[in-house]
């Protein structure tokens, strides 16, 4: 157990629609990442998160938006839903966010768009 | 630009034989480096990291990786392998100050009996 949790742990919805995934990092960890994984696409970064602000931005697209929230957890919202987001999507957490830091990865919710 | 490579996807070895898993990087600036596995049905756990101190790193469950600037590479190796370590391994490069990482495809290894 990373100690980073996620939820929900499955989602199915239909295209068009918005969903939100939630993640709470690890006590003391100020950084918070989020992933897409897809067979496709491999392990992709999305966007970094650093005691409440925006630090690093990845291949996130513009219907993605994500904040990272005072009590740290944060939330990764995807709108207009496409066959394509199907993916599993994993948010991992981190001290400090910087280059050499560890990152702890939660269990990961699989969204599956129908 | 900046990129990791992992070479071979699949990648099967018998039990008790050298596990070598492939991890080559691109980059003019000194990197950090950082090998993840993945099991089914989990999420990513760090196996080791090099950090610019020793270039020989030894890591959880019997693996080692070698950082070798003059290769551009940092590939991973267990002297035996168990059947414990069937598990799809990702290779990682971050540099400092960029706050990014970059995971390469990912190299699912077979253990057979």
Redesign the interface.
Known sequence: DSGVTQTPKHLITATGQRVTLRCSPRSGDLSVYWYQQSLDQGLQFLIQYYNGEERAKGNILERFSAQQFPDLHSELNLSSLELGDSALYFCASSVDGNGADTQYFGPGTRLTVL | AQSVTQLGSHVSVSEGALVLLRCNYSSSVPP?L?W?VQYP??????LL?Y?SAATLVKGINGFEAEFKKSETSFHLTKPSAHMSDAAEY?CAV?????????????TRLKVLA
């Open positions: 950090y950082f993840y049905n989990q999420g990513l756990q760090l990291k950090t990702f971050s540099y400092s100050g960029t706050y990014k990482y970059i995971f390469g495809t990912g």
